[in-house]
């Protein structure tokens, strides 16, 4: 079954300037902004600019040049915040919810970087 995509969610809106944004990075082929509502003092979403719906639809059919250019833009925010571990940061967290179990809210493929503070074990016990 193909991913289906719809170009109405908020994240392509925020993509077409339809929906402001406050930017942390924007690269050729990503882009990086707040949370409007953040979980932790520092919580950024990540998004590829290409229409892609989930972390697997991305990964499988994105070009190499997205990848590398999405998962350097993840480095970059991890030191914008200053979160990095190797140069005296706190560490962070990336979380990519994907469908119906993780309770994906918005279908634009996203992740989220959450630091500032100290996050707790993976999950909750369901
Ligand atoms: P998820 O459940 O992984 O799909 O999470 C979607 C995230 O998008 C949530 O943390 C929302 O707070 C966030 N969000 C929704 N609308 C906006 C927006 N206009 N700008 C920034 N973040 C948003």
């Known amino acids: 079954m193909a991913y289906a995509y719809d170009d109405q969610n908020i994240f392509a809106r925020i993509l077409r300037g339809e929906i402001p944004n406050k930017t942390v990075l924007e690269t050729e082929h990503s882009l990086a902004f707040h949370d409007v509502r953040p979980q932790a003092p520092d919580h950024v979403l990540v998004i590829p600019k290409g229409a892609y719906v989930t972390y697997d639809h991305f990964a499988l059919e994105?070009?190499?040049?997205?990848?590398?250019?999405?998962?350097?833009?993840?480095?970059?925010?991890?030191?914008?915040?200053?979160?990095?571990?190797?140069?005296?940061?706190?560490?962070?967290?990336?979380?990519?919810?994907?469908?119906?179990?993780?309770?994906?809210?918005?279908?634009?493929?996203?992740?989220?970087?959450?630091?500032?503070?100290?996050?707790?074990?993976?999950?909750?016990?369901?």
Not at 65 to 90: C, W
Not at 94 to 117: D, F, K, T, W, Y
Request: charged share 20%; hydrophobic share 45%; glycine share 14%.
């Open 62 to 126: 994105a070009s190499e040049a997205e990848i590398v250019d999405f998962t350097r833009a993840v480095g970059e925010v991890a030191k914008i915040i200053g979160a990095q571990p190797g140069e005296g940061g706190k560490g962070f967290r990336l979380i990519s919810n994907a469908g119906e179990h993780a309770i994906q809210e918005v279908p634009h493929m996203h992740v989220h970087v959450i630091a500032g503070r100290p996050l707790g074990r993976l999950l909750e016990p369901a």
